[in-house]
Nanobody, 127 residues
Framework: QVQLVESGGGSVQAGGSLTLSCVAS????????MGWFRQTPGNEREAVAH?????????FYDRSVRGRFTISKDHTKNAMSLQMNSLTPEDTATYYC???????????????????WGQGIQVTVST
C-alpha cells in the first residue's frame, strides 16, 4: 500500500521560512493529485495546497497561504514539497501530506476526497 512520509517540520520565527517534504513509497500512479493539509487542536483538517500530477503541475492554494507558500512535485522520486515563506503564528499547525489516486484536482478540495495520508508533522511559528 502507498505510504507517505513527511519531513522538515520544526520551529521558526515569524517572517521566516520552512520547507516540508513528503516522500511516497509503493507509488505508481501517473495521474493523481497530491496535497498538503493542516490541523490545529479542536478544528477540522483543512486543505492548504494541492498539485496535479500529469496535468501541467497545476497548483491550488488556500487564500490564507496564497502568495507565501509554494507546492511542488519531484517526479523522479515521488516526492512533494511545500515551501513556506513569510510565516506567521497563524500558520502553526500539524501539517499532513495527502494523495488522491486516479483523478486530478480542479480546485482546492476537502480531506474526504484523498486516499492516502502521512503521519503529520508539527510546524510552530513564534513571534
Amino acid at each position: 500500500q502507498v505510504q507517505l512520509v513527511e519531513s522538515g517540520g520544526g520551529s521558526v520565527q515569524a517572517g521566516g521560512s520552512l520547507t516540508l517534504s513528503c516522500v511516497a513509497s509503493d507509488w505508481s500512479y501517473s495521474q493523481n493529485c497530491m496535497g498538503w493539509f493542516r490541523q490545529t487542536p479542536g478544528n477540522e483538517r483543512e486543505a492548504v495546497a494541492h498539485i496535479n500530477i500529469g496535468n501541467n503541475n497545476r497548483t491550488f492554494y488556500d487564500r490564507s497561504v496564497r502568495g507565501r507558500f509554494t507546492i511542488s512535485k519531484d517526479h523522479t522520486k515521488n516526492a512533494m514539497s511545500l515551501q513556506m515563506n513569510s510565516l506567521t503564528p497563524e500558520d502553526t499547525a500539524t501539517y499532513y501530506c495527502a494523495a488522491r489516486n486516479g483523478f486530478w484536482c480542479n480546485y482546492l478540495i476537502t480531506k474526504a476526497l484523498f486516499d492516502y495520508w502521512g503521519q503529520g508533522i508539527q510546524v510552530t511559528v513564534s513571534t
